[in-house]
Each structure stands twice: as C-alpha cells, then as structure tokens.
C-alpha cells in the first residue's frame, strides 16, 4: 500500500509518516520543505502519482480576514483534482470537532468550506475531527491573554495528544472509506479556564485565570458543548497530566 501525506513536516504529519512507516506502508511525504506546495499545486501530480490513499493535514497560520479561506480553496481544491486524477481510492483529511458550530470565525469558516469540497468532489473520503492537541493549549490560554493574566471561558473542551491523533489517522488510512465523519477527543473532560491553570501551575507560572464567559474562542462565544464531539467518537490514550509531566520532562 502506498500512501501520500500532504503537510508532512507539521506537528501531526511527522508523527503519521513514521507510525505508517513502523506499519510497513510505502509513505510518500509531502510539504513545502520537501517541494511540494498545494496551493500552487506544484510537485503534487508527482507524489501522488499510484498512492492509494492521501492524507491531508496541511494547515495555515493565517487566520484574519480571508486568508485562510483562500488556503484551504485552493489547496484541497488541487489536492482532490491531483487525487481524481490519479485515482486515489481514499482520501482522509483533519479538521476539527466543531467546526460547523465555530463558522462565524474567519478560519473554522474555511475548515468547513475544506471540508464541503472533499464531500462535494464525490470520491471515497473520511473526514476526522479532532479535539485542541495538547501540544496547542498554550496558544488557546494565549487569546485570553489580559494584562498580567488571563480571561478564559468555563466552555468544555476535551483536549488530545497528537500523538493520539496520527494512530487514529493511519488506523482509518488503511481501512475503508467511511463517506463521513469520525471524531476524536481526549479521554478527560476541563473547562479552558481549568486546563489553563494546569498548564500554568506545571510550568510554575504564577498568572491568574479569571473565568469569563464574555470571552470569545477566535471570535465566537461558546456554549459547553461547542467544542466537543457528538458523533462516532473515538478516544485517545493519553492524560493531560501525564503529558504535562512528560512534556516538562523532556
């Protein structure tokens, strides 16, 4: 089996490469570092020329206005047409739980137009959502940055290890297309303001977190549910705390 991961150098991409690798599965890897740029669509017949399947996690640090919707169209646009082309037989992409309750914000607005391409382009697909990564809660505390401390909404999240996230990405890259949705979440359940404490007090920062429900999640205010999973739920392994100590460890 032959398979292309698309945003290969990323956080979640460079842990899928190896776990198909330790599957004995013929990885291509691709991302801008290795030549291959979706957006322009240069290099990207190349790679995916005889992949079985493809694998999207690519991803954009632009969030304001437009600029992550212009990513996203043309960067699956050209990944579905290379992938026709080259009869793909199953093509896998991430995005993240919530996303249809978060479009009034300029990215997951983007992510959602990501993810109606794939469904409309009528070829074999899953989709998998997932939960905050572990790895980027630092950032989420970030945005409620207020002065010397933070303002974080009570909302629930059930955040989740990356590493997590590429297993339950090669498990459903080898199996079938599911024609939908599956989703991915952490096995424990906190409230923002609650995991920024944590992730504070491990890394001996003494800023207060005031709860404020006012506070907007890139621009959208939140209720409990908005950022957990509803449908064919999956979980991962990893503790957040376990995967403090490990992280403060290394």
Do not use: C
Not at 31 to 49: D, H, K, Q, R, W
Not at 70 to 98: E, P, Q
Not at 127 to 156: M, W, Y
């Amino acid at each position: 089996m032959k398979i292309t991961v698309m945003g290969a150098s990323g956080l979640v991409g460079t842990q899928l490469v190896e776990k198909l690798r330790q599957m004995d599965i013929e990885v291509v890897p691709a991302s801008l570092s290795f030549g291959v740029n979706s957006v322009t669509g240069e290099g990207l017949t190349a790679v995916i020329s005889g992949a079985d399947a493809v694998i999207d996690v690519t991803n954009t640090a632009l969030f304001g206005d437009d600029s992550a919707l212009a990513f996203f169209k043309s960067s699956t646009r050209n990944l579905l047409n290379a992938s026709a082309d080259a009869g793909v037989r199953h093509y896998l992409a991430l995005s993240v739980v919530g996303t249809p309750r978060l479009v009034e914000s300029d990215y997951f607005r983007a992510k959602m137009v990501q993810e109606n391409l794939i469904r409309a382009a009528r070829r074999p697909f899953t989709i998998l959502h997932s939960t905050q990564f572990f790895e980027f809660i630092s950032g989420v505390i970030n945005l409620g940055a207020d002065g010397n401390g933070f303002r974080l909404p009570t909302a629930s999240v059930k955040p989740i290890a990356a590493d997590n996230v590429a297993e339950m990405l090669a498990e459903l890259a080898v199996g079938a297309a599911r024609n939908d949705t599956v989703e991915i979440s952490g096995p424990e359940r906190f409230g923002l303001d609650e995991i920024a404490r944590m992730y504070l007090t491990a890394n001996e920062d003494t800023r207060q977190v005031i709860s404020d429900d006012s506070v907007p999640y890139y621009g959208v205010e939140l209720n409990d549910d908005t950022l957990l999973p509803l449908n064919d739920r999956r979980i991962g392994s990893m503790r957040y705390g376990d995967w403090l100590y490990r992280s403060m460890a290394s």
